[in-house]
């Protein structure tokens, strides 16, 4: 790593921490990214699922991997810099703070087309930035599904923006659609969860991504999360209270998965009393 100087630590995760850095040779800022396991080989670099993805995936929306370096048993990744994340742009719209109402969106002048990685005259992103934002999402989220990967970590602090084009980042949760079950029961962020995963699905698949994207779409619309569950318990509440509950015969497997969430039960209890109450 001697090739590179580090400026300042950016972010920190359970499987690594990120830091702003500047390349000795090119003065290029770039971000990178020491992995908190060891790695004695080469070969045991090669299996994380994070490394094998990003060297498949090469596109304008997915975050670049530009250098692998392994310094002794300590293994970094060297992506290109990005200036933000989308809950940053978000949380300067105010979007987690429910400042906006859907009275106070229809009043007054329309929302500017400008910038939406800029500081914003509005409380709100208008109809355009959201079709900007979320034309790159689903761009990025079409290729990775082509080329056989999905991501099962969607969510504003996994996109990350620079001049007005945003990128998907942090695949260390990406697995190949080609794989068989079962999965890990508990990934992705609880409000962008998908119901299957809430009810601790191990046979689910990349329409857990689009799950995401459209809790992530509305949530840029109404500047407030769509589904903020307390729980996994509360989460599937309020998506049954918006969509309605899953019968026998829309998903029969529903009833099964909820009977073995712990430890309370609380979505079989909601399950079991709406559909009664039918």
Known sequence: MNRYEMLERVGDGAFGEVSRARSLKTHEIVAVKKIKALFPTWEECLQLRELKSLRVLRHENIVLLKEVIRDKEELYFVFEYMQTSLFRVMRNFKCHEGSSSGAEMSSGSEPSTSSWTSTPPYPW???AQVRSIMYQLFSGLAYMHKHGYFHRDIKPENLLCHDDTLKIADLGQAREIRSRPPFTDYVATR?????????????????????????????????????????????????????????????????????????????KTYFNTTQADA
């Open 125 to 127: 992103f208008s109809e």
């Open 191 to 267: 409000w962008y969860r998908a119901p299957e995963l809430l009810l601790r699905s191990t046979t689910y698949n990349s329409p857990i991504d689009m799950w995401a994207c459209g809790c992530i779409m509305v949530e840029l619309l109404i500047c407030t999360p769509l589904f903020p569950g307390t729980s996994e318990a509360d989460q599937f509440y309020r998506i049954c209270k918006v969509l309605g509950t899953p019968t026998k015969e829309t998903w029969p497997e529903a009833g099964a998965m909820a009977s073995h969430m712990q430890p309370s039960n609380l979505c």
